[in-house]
């Protein structure tokens, strides 16, 4: 069975910084590219960060481009989204997922394969 556990969610004050863990379990990690993705209340879900197979490829949404950083580590098979300089804008539920695919499909939310529960980030103005 596949699990996909997201943690490091909080309340920070804007400017400040969050650290997201993904932390994957059922299936081998090193196989699939990883995506992080959020949902504010009243919006669609949106593509935040991906990252390849081994971590060599990043690819970032606008908005999150020179403030968060992905990166994984495949002994441990967790991903993590480091966000700095946060803004009230990027209050939201952020979702980790894994895609067997890596390439133009990151962007795509119905592209992956597997999804994690959600952790909450609020960003307080």
């Known amino acids: 069975q596949v699990q996909l556990v997201e943690s490091g969610g909080g309340l920070v004050q804007a400017g400040g910084s969050l650290r997201l863990s993904c932390a994957a379990s059922g299936l081998t990690f090193s196989n699939y590219a990883m995506g992080w993705f959020r949902q504010a209340p009243g919006k669609e879900r949106e593509f935040v960060a991906g990252?390849?197979?081994?971590?060599?490829?990043?690819y970032y949404a606008d908005s999150a481009k020179g403030r968060f950083t992905t990166s994984r580590d495949n002994v441990n098979n967790t991903v993590y989204l480091q966000m700095n300089s946060l803004k009230p804008e990027d209050t939201a539920v952020y979702y980790c997922a894994a895609d067997h695919r890596w390439g133009w499909t990151v962007v795509v939310g119905t592209s992956y394969d597997y999804w994690g529960q959600g952790t909450q980030v609020t960003v307080s103005s």
């Open positions: 990252i390849s197979w081994s971590g060599g490829s990043t």
